[in-house]
């Protein structure tokens, strides 16, 4: 019996959902490293018409107060909103005609 391989690959361009998802990813993950090169971040962006949902689990160790234990929330350190609409503003999402845009998505 001969050995078969089948290869196969997709690619999608910038601008795909998935590409724009990504993006935002990485953009949050930098911005935590930015603060603590010991953050964990296992974040998931979903990206659908105008809409956002960024979830997950983010840990930055800098932000907990070793004396009290307590942890400053991640709004507090970081500003998702404006990570989010900077990412898409730099795929180019900024034509008003655009369904999805940098300056109008929640």
Do not use: W
Not at 17 to 24: E, F, M, S, T, Y
Not at 36 to 49: I, L, N, P, Y
């Amino acid at each position: 019996m001969a050995n078969t391989f089948v290869f196969s690959s997709e690619s999608v361009g910038e601008g795909h959902p998935d590409k724009v998802a990504d993006l935002i990813s990485d953009s949050v993950l930098d911005a935590c490293l930015a603060i603590d090169k010991t953050s964990r971040v296992a974040c998931e962006t979903f990206v659908k018409s105008n809409i956002v949902v960024v979830g997950g689990e983010i840990t930055i160790p800098k932000l907990q107060d070793k004396k009290t234990g307590k942890t400053k929330a991640l709004e507090e350190a970081i500003n998702l909103g404006k990570i989010i609409r900077d990412a898409i503003r730099h795929i180019g999402y900024t034509n008003d005609d655009d369904v999805f845009h940098a300056d109008t998505v929640f």
